[in-house]
Structures are given as structure tokens and as C-alpha cells.
């Protein structure tokens, strides 16, 4: 059974067994909230891709590594202090990763066999890229999921526009805007997720998964549906109506506006809440998700990379909001990000549509291929 498992070069970083038909992979940077690393990307799509060829794989579930005395967590996005080093030190891996893992999400999406993510605790970022395309999305009251890419100078990417474009109404603009944390209740309401398995039957259903009789694919999804239950009331406070009569607006300037005429405290608390956000990257999440309706996942994710491509390139560091950004959260800590502009007003509607525009010509784009 060792030609199932091929070479993997993270280092520990990605753990992978096959119990019966079921391949399973383990996201095991618990200390980093399983972050994705640019090896993790590749040890999983070398996985996907050798088991995709292999009829004794009829199935994979992705799950992550708990974290020993703490809450659960599936993965809490990319390495962002990867990130920040790689663009000060000039490192073409930073390129590489978000190009490769782009290419795994599609490959997750359009994978032939079943997929199952268990996206309990944390999945945010990256961990929504490499969940959502999973055929079963398996929540649990623990469940936190986020694109608060916004929050660090960047946009919400791994194919977020596809995915939070699908949202009813609005929603999609609110998450990607704000950043906000949903719990598996809204997630599944709003197409995020598909089952919610109560937290107390999560362990059992792991061993039953990696460890007990999984003879054919349909028993993989039965000895999740087995464990199934109905998810707990949704949140009365993100009304559908309060967040389609704001984020429906057409402009960033027009959405403030709008929770500013609105004396709820809702309202307030996320007027708040966007003036603490990046304003360029606030103007260019908006126009990429609402451009994102109507492209498919492929497409969507080649004008992610092109955006993201602007994120890192077209400013020197020092002027860069998303270097910014991650030192602000994550490096100093000191939550204090200097935004240039620091102004919505002060945004140059020029640099939002450079943003928004390919660097590459359409034959050299890396991400070409992407069917």
C-alpha cells in the first residue's frame, strides 16, 4: 500500500494515510493554525493528483491537526509572515504560492471523486479555498468561517468571488468587506456550507473516517450523514434585509454612507468597523467580487491572480498596504495599520482599475490553462 502515499516534502507539514477507499489529509501546523505553507500547497496537489489516477482512492476527506488544550482549527489562511518576509527579501516563491495555490483550489473544485472538509473551528482565508470546493462541507457549532483579507491591506482571493458570489442578496459583498466571522448556522443557510455535526460526535466520526471500515465511497458519506443533525437557529442580527439595504449599495462611499444614516447599532458597529479597513483594498474587493458574477471559477481565479499581482508589485514596499497590514496584525501587533491613503476619499479610482487589470497577456498568464 506504500505506492499509495507519494513523496511529500513539507516535512510533516501535510500528513497523509489511505484508510480502505479513503484518502485522508491531515493540515498538521497546529501551532500556526494549520496556515497554509507554499509546501503544504504542493504536498496536496501531488496527493490529489496521484490519487485522482488511482481507482483504489475513491474518495478524500481534508481535515486539520487540533491544537493540544485548545479549540479545533481546520486552517486559518495562508502564512502571511511568509508573506511579509518574502516581499522585503524579494523571494519569487511569494509568487509561486499564490499561482500554485490557486491551481489546487480549482483542482478541489473540479476534483472527480468525492472530497470532504471538516471545517471545524477556524477556516478562513486559504482554509475557505481549499474547503469550499469539497463535494460534503462538514461544520460544527465551533465553526468560524471568514474572508477578512481587508483587514491586512489584501482582498478576499481563492476564488472567494465565485464562492461569496453565490451568497442570496448581498451577503457576498458584506463578508468580503468586513470580514466577518459566520457561524455554521448562516454558513449552510447561505450555501457555505452543506451538514453540521455536533462538536461531541466530531471525534467519533474522525475515527470512523481514518481509521474504521470504509469499503466504498458511499459509506464515506454515510458515516458522515449518520452523525448529521440540524444546525442550531441562525443569528437574528445579520438580518438579510439590514445587509441588502446597505452592502447593495453601489460604491464603498455609498455603503458608508448609508450604515451612517442608520442609527441601529449593527449599523454603527460595522461603519465602525470598515473606517479601521484598508480604503483602497475596501474600493478593489468590492469591484473584483461584483465583476466576479457571471465568470466561472477559472476565470475568477486567473483575475484574482492579476490583483493579487498589484497587491505585492505595484508599489515599493514601504508603500505597500498589505505589507503594512501584516505587520500591523501580525509582526509589531500593534494594530495600528498606516493605510495610504488612509482616506476613502483619498483613494485614486485610477489605481482601483490597475488593480483590476491583468499584468500578463492572455497566453502568458499563469494561470493560462485553467479549464
Avoid at 448529521?228 to 452592502?247: G, K, Q, V, W, Y
Wanted: glycine content about 8%; aromatic content about 6%.
Amino acid at each position: 500500500m506504500n505506492d499509495l502515499i507519494p513523496p511529500l516534502s513539507s516535512q510533516g507539514q501535510i500528513l497523509a494515510h489511505v484508510n480502505g477507499c479513503l484518502g485522508v489529509i491531515t493540515l498538521n501546523r497546529p501551532e500556526a493554525l494549520n496556515a497554509l505553507s507554499l509546501a503544504m500547497v504542493r504536498d496536496m496537489t501531488v496527493l490529489l493528483r496521484h490519487w485522482a489516477s488511482d481507482p483504489r482512492v475513491q474518495a478524500v476527506v481534508m481535515l486539520g491537526a487540533p491544537r493540544p488544550g485548545k479549540g479545533p482549527v481546520f486552517c486559518a489562511g495562508g502564512d502571511i509572515r511568509f508573506m511579509h518576509g518574502a516581499v522585503l527579501r524579494g523571494d519569487p516563491d511569494l509568487d509561486a504560492f499564490f499561482t500554485e495555490e490557486y491551481r489546487l483550489d480549482h483542482l478541489i473544485h473540479s476534483y472527480a471523486k468525492p472530497t470532504l472538509a471538516l471545517m471545524e473551528g477556524f477556516v478562513m482565508g486559504g482554509g475557505m479555498g481549499i474547503s469550499q470546493g469539497a463535494k460534503l462541507r462538514v461544520l460544527t457549532e465551533h465553526s468560524r468561517l471568514a474572508m477578512p483579507e481587508t483587514r491586512i491591506g489584501l482582498f478576499p482571493d481563492v476564488g472567494a468571488g465565485w464562492f461569496l458570489g453565490q451568497c442570496p442578496g448581498h451577503i457576498g459583498e458584506w463578508l468580503a468587506l468586513t470580514g466577518t466571522a459566520i457561524a455554521c448556522d448562516d454558513a449552510i443557510e447561505w450555501g457555505l456550507g452543506d451538514v453540521y455535526v455536533q462538536s461531541q460526535h466530531m471525534p467519533g466520526l474522525i475515527e470512523a473516517l481514518c481509521h474504521g471500515a470504509q469499503p466504498s465511497a458511499e459509506h464515506v458519506v454515510a458515516t458522515v450523514m449518520e452523525r448529521a443533525d440540524l444546525a442550531p437557529p441562525s443569528n437574528p442580527d445579520t438580518a438579510l434585509e439590514r445587509i441588502d439595504r446597505h452592502f447593495g449599495q453601489p460604491s464603498v462611499a455609498a455603503i458608508l454612507d448609508s450604515l451612517q444614516s442608520d442609527p441601529n447599532d449593527w449599523a454603527q458597529a460595522t461603519l465602525q468597523q470598515l473606517r479601521t479597513l484598508c480604503p483602497t483594498l475596501l474600493s478593489v474587493s468590492l469591484a473584483r467580487l461584483r465583476r466576479a458574477r457571471g465568470l466561472t471559477l477559472a476565470q475568477q481565479l486567473r483575475a484574482e491572480r492579476d490583483t493579487m499581482h498589484h497587491c505585492f508589485h505595484a508599489r515599493p514596499p514601504e508603500r505597500c498596504d498589505a505589507v503594512e497590514g501584516i505587520r500591523a496584525l501580525a509582526i509589531d501587533k500593534d494594530h495600528q495599520p498606516r493605510w495610504q491613503p488612509a482616506r476613502l476619499a483619498e483613494v485614486d479610482s485610477a489605481e482601483v482599475e490597475a488593480f483590476l487589470t491583468s499584468p500578463w497577456a492572455p497566453d502568458a498568464h499563469p494561470l493560462a490553462d485553467l479549464g
